[in-house]
């Protein structure tokens, strides 16, 4: 199996607002897949970036107040994962948009997007635009998908909230094909819906970073209720896979 170096919710207002404060002991573990090329930063550009930092307000950016992590694989390639940071903002209670790293250092690169919505929202979707999202219920249930650094309760109750919603998600920059720059075209990604679909060493290699253990998160979510997939999501599964030809390259191949 090929595997690359590193991968939702609708919480209520007042979770999210839980989140931002107590996220702020998770992180900085994790370190970027490549290194960009180009010089160090001057110190000019400190200077301004210092000046910006004090000065300027970033309401998109402060919004980004849940911080999720899991995995993804390039649709029609699943044996070509990675981890993907996920750092999100609630915009209401069926609509949530992330941004995503492949680290949680300062220097990680922002890999792509993800939007996630409810299953009331999915279901309005017409097929064609269906075949472009997937499902968080194995995500959800199989522990791989985890809020560092919360409370167990709060992750919890983050995780009953995102069991039945869907994503679709776009990567810009394949650091974890080691492209040291944002080259070739978008793909689409997705997620696992089934045991032995994601390369276990990597999931070990994760938990062991986080400190945390999916196996133990798997049982502690048993009890959260996911209704049936809808029809239309992960159409990989029914032999329908969507993507880009990247006219540069095959960018799934080392």
Known sequence: MKKANRTTTLPSLCLAASLGVLTACAGNDSASNVVAPGAEKSPTTRTLDAGAAMLQSRPPIDALNAYLDGFHFYNGHPDVQMEAHHYCSILNEEVIQCVIYDG???????????????????????????????????????????????????????????????????????????????????????????????????????DQRLGINSSDKKKARADIIAAPIAPGADAWRQGNVIQIVDPTETPHRH
């Open 104 to 206: 949680n250092r300062q220097d990680a690169k922002l890999m792509g997007v993800e939007y996630i919505i409810s299953k009331q929202l999915f279901n309005t979707l017409p097929a064609a635009e269906k075949a472009l999202w997937h499902s968080h219920v194995h995500e959800v249930k199989s522990g791989q998908l985890v809020a560092p650094g919360i409370p167990d309760v709060a992750e919890h109750a983050l995780m009953n909230k995102l069991v039945n919603t869907y994503g679709k998600t776009w990567h810009t920059w394949h650091t974890d094909l080691n492209k040291q720059l944002p080259l070739g075209v978008p793909q689409l990604m997705m997620g696992f819906t089934a045991d032995g679909q994601a390369d276990p060493a990597m999931v070990a290699e994760r």
